[in-house]
Structure formats: structure tokens, C-alpha cells
């Protein structure tokens, strides 16, 4: 029976390279360790409280647990590195906020609301990044292929769900108190607003042009 199983759940997730969720933590214990979901989920939620005054937290995305730097801190880490966070073009941002503003969608609609088509590279990138994958074919004419984000696409941006997107009326509002603390270094929250704001953008100009007709 274990008595302190705190420390070695931080241990678990320091070692690992990627969230772990309850069961994958589960799976570490034997039947006379005597810890289940209910235990683990008890102990994760003393450790994140342990960590109020520190550089750093426990948090819970899509994929499961991770640590990572306070959001406030991020500035200062960020000099560690010499690289600047790589840039994606507004083309590529579009693409992707229609598909996770309007999933399960296909490559012609996203193209019918971008009005241009949908460059192959793009729907490559996104597929390599992980962030959108195939879930199947529309029962149209045709059988076009289905897109739908990941939850790779959850955890780059800090999210533990769909419902976690920003509603398109209150990024005005939007800044970093609002915002789930990121990574560290990576601009998760920059480009979450700029995908909605992009999307956003694109149903302003439909309304706009559906007033004019």
C-alpha cells in the first residue's frame, strides 16, 4: 500500500515527454499498491495546489497532465532560446480556425468560406503538425474526406476541450489573465486569437456581402 503518492506522480510526469491522463498514470501500479483513478486524481489535485507559489504548474489539457512555466514567467524563459517562435501564414491560420469553428468540415466547404482555394501544403502542414486529422468521408456525391482537429491541437493551445475555444465575441476582451498559462516560450495564446480572429473576420465579410445582395 502506498501511503505518499504524490511524489511519485510528479516523478512520472517530470520523466515523461508528453501529458499523461489517469489511466495512463494507473497502469504504472500494481493491484497491492492499492491506488485507483480516485486516489490518483486526489493526489494530482494536492500536488497543483502545491505548486501555487512557484514558477511553475500542474495543468490538465486534452492528452492528460503536464508541467509547464507560468505564463508570467514565459518573457524571462523565453531568452533561453535564440530562435524566434516559427510563424504561420494567415492563410494556413484561416484554414485551420474554419475547421475547428466548424468541424467535421471538408476541404470544399473551407474553401467555399475562405472564397480561394485550400493550398495541398496547407492541409499537409496541419496533418504533419498533427493538429487535423481524417475522421471519414461526407455521404455526398463525390465521398469528399472529413477533417476535425486532434488533441494535439488541444494541447498546443492549452485547451482540455472544444468548448475551451474562445467565443468570437469576447476576444476584444482577450488577454493573458484570461487566457490558459502557456508552455513557456511557444505564443499559444497569440495564435489561438489570431485563428479566431481570423475566423471571425472571414463571417464578417459573409454577412457583410449577404447584406449588400
Do not use: C
Amino acid at each position: 500500500m502506498i501511503s505518499n503518492l504524490a511524489p511519485i506522480l510528479e516523478a512520472l510526469l517530470l520523466a515523461a515527454d508528453k501529458p499523461l491522463n489517469v489511466e495512463q498514470l494507473s497502469k504504472v501500479f500494481d493491484e497491492h499498491d492499492g491506488v485507483g483513478s480516485k486516489q490518483i486524481r486526489a493526489a494530482l489535485k494536492t500536488l497543483q495546489s502545491s505548486y501555487a507559489e512557484r514558477g511553475f504548474e500542474l495543468v490538465e489539457v486534452a492528452s492528460g497532465y503536464r508541467f509547464q512555466v507560468r505564463q508570467e514567467h514565459a518573457k524571462w524563459v523565453a531568452k533561453l532560446w535564440q530562435e524566434k517562435p516559427q510563424r504561420y501564414s494567415r492563410a494556413l491560420l484561416e484554414t485551420l480556425s474554419i475547421i475547428a469553428y466548424q468541424q467535421p468540415i471538408t476541404r470544399g466547404e473551407i474553401e467555399a468560406i475562405r472564397g480561394v482555394a485550400v493550398s495541398s501544403n496547407i492541409v499537409r502542414t496541419l496533418l504533419e503538425r498533427g493538429w487535423i486529422r481524417s475522421i471519414g468521408h461526407k455521404e455526398v456525391p463525390g465521398r469528399p474526406e472529413l477533417f476535425a482537429t486532434t488533441k494535439a491541437f488541444l494541447d498546443h493551445f492549452n485547451l482540455q476541450q472544444l468548448s475551451d475555444l474562445p467565443e468570437l465575441d469576447e476576444l476584444e476582451s482577450w488577454d493573458e489573465k484570461t487566457m490558459a498559462p502557456a508552455r513557456g516560450v511557444q505564443p499559444e495564446q497569440q495564435e489561438l486569437e489570431a485563428m479566431a480572429q481570423e475566423f471571425q473576420a472571414m463571417q464578417d465579410e459573409t454577412t457583410d456581402e449577404e447584406t449588400v445582395h
